[in-house]
């Protein structure tokens, strides 16, 4: 069964941090650009972070959302067929469903995707994990 399973999420105190892990079965993420996405209710779903394949290269393109600069860390494992999303100083502003979705897509394509909020070109989205931060 192909899916993608996001966890890591809960409530945390303003200034804290979570890291969210995005774990794939049935498909080999390795062949995937990953990003990660926010929901907030009302709102617009925003890409927040995503990171390239690595096929042909040492090193994976990354990409942040500027309200969360210096806030985000990503990194993939493709062994364990896995994505982090390290989110540190966290704010009561990022509550919210935290999606990560996976794309046949070009270090160059993911970034323009991710900032539109990965509408039609993401082959697979997990259900989300929820994060709440108080003040």
């Known amino acids: 069964q192909v899916q993608l399973v996001e966890s890591g999420g809960g409530l945390v105190r303003s200034g804290g941090s979570l890291t969210l892990s995005c774990v794939a079965s049935?498909?080999?993420?390795?062949?995937?650009?990953v990003g990660w996405f926010r929901q907030v209710p009302g709102k617009e779903r925003e890409g927040i972070s995503c990171?390239?394949?690595?096929?042909?290269?040492?090193?994976?393109?990354?990409w942040y959302a500027e309200s969360f600069q210096g806030r985000l860390a990503i990194s993939r494992n493709d062994a364990e067929n896995t994505v982090y999303l390290q989110m540190d100083n966290l704010k009561p502003e990022d509550t919210g469903i935290y999606y990560c979705?996976?794309?046949?897509?070009?270090?160059?394509?993911?970034?323009?995707?991710?900032?539109?909020?990965?509408?039609?070109?993401?082959?697979?989205w997990g259900n989300g994990t929820s994060v709440t931060v108080s003040s």
């Open positions: 979705a996976a794309g046949r897509l070009s270090a160059t394509i993911m970034i323009p995707v991710t900032m539109g909020g990965g509408k039609y070109a993401m082959d697979y």
């Open positions: 049935g498909f080999h993420l390795d062949l995937y650009a």
């Open positions: 990171i390239s394949n690595m096929i042909g290269s040492t090193d994976a393109t990354k």
